[in-house]
C-alpha cells in the first residue's frame, strides 16, 4: 500500500511539472492537463453528494466541485498540482499594499444566455456571491467591493492582505454566473455560465442525474475532451462500487472497505492525502482542563497515540502517520516534522510526572457518534499512560457544532490539509471555528502575522511551533481512494477530495 | 358508511397533527447548529446571525410552527433550506420512484404470499414445509443483504440488470422495468416471507370452522370452498399484515433507494435529516403520515366489503 501511494504521489508530481513546463513554455490559456489526445463520448462519473442548487452563490467546494465547473468557468483555473492558471481572468496583479488586486479579464466570453462577460459582470457576480450568504460566502469576507476601471480590467478591494483570495477565486467565489440569470429563481434549477458545458434539463433526472452536453460557442474547446458529462449523486458507497464495478460510471471515490473489490475489478486507482485526522487540544491555556494547559501533558498525549496501529487497523493502512497537520503540498509542510513524536507509552509517562501529573488526570472526551471506534481505541490508549477520558457521545449531525461552542478542552475530528493561510483561518488562528477558545499567544500571532503578508518561511516556522508545543495530536494524513476505469485518465487535484472536472479526459 | 369514511378521516387529520406537532417540536429543540450547517465551517458568527434571521430560527417555537402550520394547511410545505427547493416539489418529484418500489413489491409479494399460503394450508405435506423454511429464511435475511447479492450476481457477474440507477417509465418503459426489477426483488423476498405464513395460519383456521364444514356437507366442492369462501374469511387478518407491512416498507426502502441510487424519498429523507433541513423533514414527516393513513382506510374498507360484521362496528 505505502509503495503504491508513493507511485501514485510520483505519478501526480511528474503531471503537475508536465503542466508547469507546459505553461510556462505556452503561457496560453490553461487546460487542466494534456490538451491533445482524443476526444469524444460519455463521461459518467458517481458523487459523493447531490447538488443543492446551480446558483453559483451557493456553490460549495470539495465533492461539489464537479456539478458546478462544467457549467460555470472560474476567475482562475487551479491546476492539478495546485498552481494558479489564467482562465476567465488572463492575469492578476496586487499593488504593493496587498490589498487592491487587479484582475484583466478575457474579452472573448459569452455566457450561454448571449450575456457578455465582463469587469461588470465580475463586479455582479461578487456582490451577489457575499450577499447571498452561501456556504463559502466566508471566502469572500475579505473583499470590500469590485471597480469596474473598464470593460476588461476589475479591480478587487480587500479589507486586509488575504493570501487565500486566488484561491478562493479558483473556486466558489471564483464562479461566473449571467448577471442576468443571478437575481432569479431559475439559476437555482438551470445554470448559466460561460463554462464548457450547459445542463442538458431535458436529460436531467433531479437527485439521479446531472447531464451535461457541449458549449457549442464555448471559448477553450481544449476543456471540452467529453461530449457529453454525467453526474450521478450516489451517497451510498455500495452503490457507487457497484456502478463502477458493472460499468455504469466511470470513476467514483471509494473507502478503504470497498477499494478491495475496485482494485479486484481491475480498475485504476488514484490515492491523495486530504485530510488530516488526530485530535484537537482546544483548551491550550488549561481554562477547563489544567493539566491540558501544560504543553508537556499535550506532548505526553502524543507520544501515547499508536498512530500506526490506529491507521493499519482502522484505515487498513490507507494513508500515512504523521505528527503535523501540515500537507505535503502546503508552503508549511516541514518534512521532519512526520515523525517528531512517536509511539511512545514511557517517555509519555515521565512527561506527565514532570509536569506533575504522575498517576495521571481525568478528562472529558466529547465522541462523534459516527467515529465511536477511534475514540474507543483513544481513550484505550490514554488509559495505557493513566489519562482517564470520560466519553460524552454526541450524534454527529451536531458533534460539530458542539466543538463550536467551546465546551469541549479537546476532541477527535478529521480535517482539509489547506495551504497555509486557508489552515489559519480554518483551525489554527484565534478567529478559526476550530479554536473556539480562541486560543493564541504571542509567537503565533507574530507568525500569523508574517503569513498573512504572503512570508513562506513564517508558515514552516509556524508549523514547526504549533507542532512542538503540541496545539494538536495528528495521528495520520487519510487517503482518498479514487477509481476509475480503462475508458478514462484521471489526474488527481491536489487537496481535493474529488478531481476537477478538466482532469478527466478519454483514454488513449 | 359514509360516517364511516368521515370519522376515520378526522381522526386522520387529528393524527397528521398531533404528529407534526411533535415532529415540529423535536426538530425545534436541535435546531441551534443549522445555520451553521448550512454556511460552513469559515461563517462568521454575523454571517450565523443573519442566516438565522432569514430562517426564522431566532423566532419562538410557537411563531416558527404557526408559520409552518399555516402554510402546510393551504398546501404549502416552504421551501429547503439548503436548495431553496420548494418542498412539494422535492416530494412530487420523489414520490412516484418511491411509490413504484413501494407500491409494486407489495402487490407482487400480496400475490406470492396468498399463492404459496394457500397451497401450504392445503396440501400440506413437502409444500408446507418449504414455505415455513422460505419464510425463517426471509426473516432471517434483511433486505439490504438480499439487495447486495442480487447485485453481485445478476448485475455485476451476469450483467442482466443495471447496479443502481432509475429510468422513469415515461423515458423507456422496458428499462424502467430493468430498474426497478432488483430493488423490488429485494423487497419482496422478505415480504412473501411474511405474509405467506399469515395466509397459511389464517386459511388452516378458517378451514376448520364450522360453516366450513356445513359447506363441504352441502357438496360444495374443495375448490369452491376454498377460493370462495375460506379465502375471503382469512383475508382481512393477511391484510392487515399487508398494510402494516406497507407502512414498514416506507422506511425499509430507504435503505434500498441507498443501495441501488434510487432518487426516491429515501435520500431525501437521509439527506434532510443528517442536514437539518427542517422544511424537508416535516415534509418527509407530512407524506409518510398521508401515506400510513389512506392505506389503513383502504384496508378498512376492503375488510367492509369482505365482511360486513366490520362495518358495523
Given at each position: 500500500m505505502k509503495l503504491r501511494s508513493r507511485a501514485a504521489l510520483a505519478a501526480m508530481l511528474t503531471a503537475g511539472a508536465l503542466v508547469l513546463t507546459g505553461c510556462g513554455a505556452g503561457g496560453g490559456p490553461a487546460g487542466g492537463g494534456d490538451t491533445a489526445g482524443p476526444t469524444g463520448g460519455t463521461l459518467s462519473?458517481?458523487?459523493?453528494?447531490?447538488?443543492?442548487?446551480?446558483?453559483?452563490?451557493?456553490?460549495?467546494?470539495?465533492?461539489?466541485?464537479?456539478?458546478y465547473q462544467p457549467v460555470y468557468d472560474t476567475l482562475i483555473l487551479r491546476e492539478p498540482n495546485g498552481d494558479l492558471s489564467p482562465m476567465l481572468a488572463t492575469d492578476w496583479e496586487y499593488d504593493d499594499t496587498q490589498t487592491e488586486l487587479t484582475l484583466t479579464l478575457r474579452d472573448d466570453v459569452t455566457f450561454t444566455d448571449g450575456t457578455k462577460f465582463d469587469a461588470a459582470a465580475v463586479k455582479a457576480?461578487?456582490?451577489?456571491?457575499?450577499?447571498?450568504?452561501?456556504?463559502?460566502?466566508?471566502?469572500?469576507?475579505?473583499?470590500?467591493?469590485?471597480?469596474?476601471?473598464?470593460?476588461?480590467?476589475?479591480?478587487?478591494?480587500?479589507?486586509?492582505p488575504d493570501p487565500g483570495i486566488l484561491l478562493y477565486l479558483a473556486a466558489s467565489a471564483g464562479f461566473m454566473g449571467s448577471p442576468a440569470a443571478l437575481e432569479t429563481e431559475g439559476i437555482i434549477s438551470t445554470p448559466v455560465g460561460s463554462g464548457p458545458y450547459v445542463l442538458d434539463t431535458a436529460a436531467t433526472v433531479t437527485g439521479a442525474t446531472y447531464t451535461y452536453t457541449k458549449n457549442?460557442?464555448?471559448?477553450?474547446?481544449?476543456?471540452?475532451?467529453?461530449?457529453?458529462?454525467?453526474?450521478?449523486?450516489?451517497?451510498?458507497?455500495?452503490?457507487?462500487?457497484?456502478?463502477?464495478?458493472?460499468?455504469?460510471?466511470?470513476?467514483?471515490?471509494l473507502d478503504a472497505k470497498t477499494a478491495p473489490q475496485g482494485t479486484g475489478a481491475g480498475l485504476n486507482e488514484i490515492t491523495s492525502p486530504v485530510d488530516w485526522q488526530g485530535l484537537f487540544f482546544f483548551d491550550r491555556a488549561g481554562a477547563q482542563s489544567e493539566p491540558l494547559g501544560d504543553?508537556?501533558?499535550?506532548?505526553?498525549?502524543?507520544?501515547?497515540?499508536?498512530?500506526?496501529?490506529?491507521?493499519?487497523?482502522?484505515?487498513?493502512?490507507?494513508?500515512?502517520?504523521?505528527?503535523?497537520?501540515?500537507?505535503?503540498?502546503?508552503?508549511?509542510?516541514?518534512?521532519?516534522?512526520?515523525?517528531?513524536?512517536?509511539?511512545?507509552?514511557?517517555?509519555?509517562?515521565?512527561?506527565?510526572?514532570?509536569?506533575?501529573?504522575p498517576d495521571?488526570?481525568?478528562?472529558?472526551?466529547?465522541?462523534?457518534?459516527?467515529?465511536?471506534?477511534?475514540?474507543?481505541?483513544?481513550?484505550?490508549?490514554?488509559?495505557?499512560?493513566?489519562?482517564?477520558?470520560?466519553?460524552?457521545?454526541?450524534?454527529?449531525?451536531?458533534?460539530?457544532?458542539?466543538?463550536?461552542?467551546?465546551?469541549?478542552?479537546?476532541?477527535?475530528?478529521?480535517?482539509?490539509?489547506?495551504?497555509?493561510?486557508?489552515?489559519?483561518?480554518?483551525?489554527?488562528?484565534?478567529?478559526?471555528?476550530?479554536?473556539?477558545?480562541?486560543?493564541?499567544?504571542?509567537?503565533?500571532?507574530?507568525?500569523?502575522?508574517?503569513?498573512?503578508?504572503?512570508?513562506?518561511?513564517?508558515?514552516?516556522?509556524?508549523?514547526?511551533?504549533?507542532?512542538?508545543?503540541?496545539?494538536?495530536?495528528?495521528?495520520?494524513?487519510?487517503?482518498?481512494?479514487?477509481?476509475?476505469?480503462?475508458?478514462?485518465?484521471?489526474?488527481?487535484?491536489?487537496?481535493?477530495?474529488?478531481?476537477?472536472?478538466?482532469?478527466?479526459?478519454?483514454?488513449? | 358508511m359514509l360516517i364511516f369514511l368521515l370519522r376515520r378521516l378526522g381522526a386522520g387529520i387529528l393524527l397528521l397533527f398531533v404528529i407534526t406537532t411533535i415532529?415540529?417540536?423535536?426538530?425545534?429543540?436541535?435546531?441551534?447548529?443549522?445555520?451553521?450547517?448550512?454556511?460552513g465551517e469559515f461563517a462568521t458568527p454575523e454571517q450565523i446571525a443573519l442566516k438565522q434571521a432569514e430562517l426564522g430560527l431566532d423566532q419562538p417555537l410557537a411563531t416558527r410552527y404557526l408559520d409552518w402550520l399555516g402554510g402546510a394547511v393551504t398546501g404549502d410545505l416552504g421551501r429547503s433550506w439548503f436548495n431553496s427547493e420548494p418542498v412539494v416539489s422535492a416530494l412530487l418529484n420523489r414520490l412516484p420512484v418511491s411509490l413504484t418500489i413501494v407500491i409494486g413489491a407489495l402487490l407482487i409479494s400480496a400475490v406470492l404470499a396468498a399463492l404459496l399460503g394457500v397451497a401450504a394450508a392445503i396440501k400440506r405435506g413437502w409444500i408446507d414445509r418449504a414455505v415455513q423454511l422460505l419464510s425463517l429464511a426471509g426473516d432471517a435475511l434483511p433486505s439490504f443483504v438480499v439487495a447486495i447479492v442480487l447485485v453481485t450476481s445478476l448485475a455485476i457477474q451476469a450483467k442482466i440488470f443495471p447496479a443502481t440507477g432509475f429510468v422513469p417509465f415515461a423515458d423507456n418503459p422496458a428499462l424502467w422495468i430493468m430498474s426497478i426489477a432488483l430493488p423490488i426483488t429485494a423487497l419482496v423476498f422478505q415480504l412473501v416471507a411474511q405474509a405467506a405464513q399469515q395466509f397459511r395460519s389464517a386459511i388452516i383456521d378458517v378451514r376448520r370452522r364450522d360453516f366450513v364444514r356445513t359447506l363441504r356437507s352441502r357438496g360444495l366442492s374443495e375448490r369452491e370452498v376454498v377460493f370462495k369462501h375460506v379465502?375471503?374469511?382469512?383475508?382481512?387478518?393477511?391484510?392487515?399484515?399487508?398494510?402494516?407491512?406497507?407502512?414498514?416498507?416506507?422506511?425499509?426502502?430507504?435503505?434500498?433507494?441507498?443501495?441501488?441510487?434510487?432518487?426516491?424519498?429515501?435520500?431525501?429523507?437521509?439527506?434532510?435529516?443528517?442536514?437539518?433541513?427542517?422544511?424537508?423533514?416535516?415534509?418527509?414527516?407530512?407524506?409518510?403520515?398521508?401515506?400510513?393513513?389512506?392505506?389503513?382506510?383502504?384496508?378498512?374498507?376492503?375488510?367492509?366489503?369482505?365482511?360486513?360484521?366490520?362495518?358495523?362496528?
Open positions: 462519473i458517481g458523487s459523493l453528494v447531490d447538488v443543492t442548487s446551480f446558483d453559483p452563490a451557493a456553490s460549495h467546494v470539495g465533492h461539489y466541485m464537479q456539478y457576480n461578487i456582490d451577489h456571491f457575499k450577499v447571498a450568504n452561501g456556504p463559502q460566502a466566508s471566502t469572500a469576507a475579505s473583499i470590500e467591493g469590485v471597480r469596474v476601471e473598464d470593460a476588461d480590467t476589475a479591480i478587487i478591494d480587500l479589507s486586509a457549442p460557442d464555448y471559448w477553450n474547446p481544449d476543456l471540452q475532451k467529453f461530449d457529453k458529462i454525467e453526474v450521478k449523486p450516489m451517497q451510498d458507497v455500495t452503490a457507487r462500487v457497484n456502478a463502477l464495478v458493472s460499468g455504469q460510471i466511470n470513476a467514483a471515490l504543553v508537556r501533558v499535550r506532548q505526553a498525549i502524543n507520544y501515547a497515540i499508536d498512530r500506526q496501529t490506529l491507521l493499519d487497523s482502522l484505515l487498513l493502512g490507507n494513508g500515512e502517520v504523521t505528527s503535523q497537520i501540515t500537507g505535503k503540498a502546503s508552503a508549511g509542510y516541514v518534512e521532519d516534522l512526520d515523525d517528531y513524536y512517536d509511539f511512545d507509552p514511557k517517555k509519555a509517562k515521565s512527561l506527565l510526572a514532570d509536569a506533575g501529573y495521571g488526570f481525568d478528562l472529558t472526551l466529547p465522541v462523534n457518534s459516527a467515529d465511536v471506534i477511534i475514540n474507543a481505541a483513544i481513550v484505550q490508549q490514554l488509559a495505557d499512560v493513566g489519562i482517564n477520558a470520560t466519553q460524552v457521545v454526541i450524534p454527529s449531525t451536531d458533534y460539530r457544532n458542539e466543538i463550536f461552542t467551546g465546551k469541549y478542552s479537546l476532541g477527535y475530528y478529521g480535517i482539509f490539509q489547506g495551504d497555509p493561510w486557508v489552515a489559519i483561518n480554518h483551525h489554527i488562528g484565534p478567529n478559526a471555528a476550530f479554536n473556539p477558545l480562541k486560543y493564541e499567544d504571542e509567537t503565533s500571532a507574530a507568525l500569523i502575522a508574517r503569513v498573512q503578508a504572503g512570508d513562506d518561511d513564517a508558515a514552516k516556522e509556524l508549523t514547526e511551533y504549533i507542532t512542538e508545543e503540541a496545539w494538536f495530536a495528528p495521528f495520520y494524513r487519510v487517503n482518498q481512494l479514487y477509481f476509475f476505469d480503462d475508458k478514462i485518465t484521471v489526474e488527481n487535484q491536489l487537496q481535493q477530495a474529488v478531481p476537477s472536472i478538466y482532469n478527466y479526459a478519454p483514454a488513449q | 415532529t415540529y417540536t423535536l426538530l425545534y429543540f436541535s435546531s441551534d447548529g443549522i445555520a451553521q450547517n448550512i454556511l379465502l375471503r374469511s382469512a383475508a382481512p387478518a393477511a391484510l392487515t399484515i399487508l398494510s402494516l407491512q406497507f407502512v414498514g416498507l416506507l422506511g425499509g426502502s430507504v435503505i434500498i433507494e441507498q443501495i441501488f441510487a434510487l432518487p426516491g424519498v429515501g435520500p431525501l429523507a437521509v439527506l434532510s435529516t443528517t442536514q437539518g433541513d427542517i422544511p424537508v423533514v416535516m415534509g418527509v414527516v407530512v407524506y409518510t403520515v398521508i401515506m400510513v393513513i389512506l392505506v389503513n382506510l383502504v384496508v378498512d374498507l376492503v375488510n367492509g366489503w369482505l365482511n360486513p360484521k366490520v362495518r358495523v362496528s
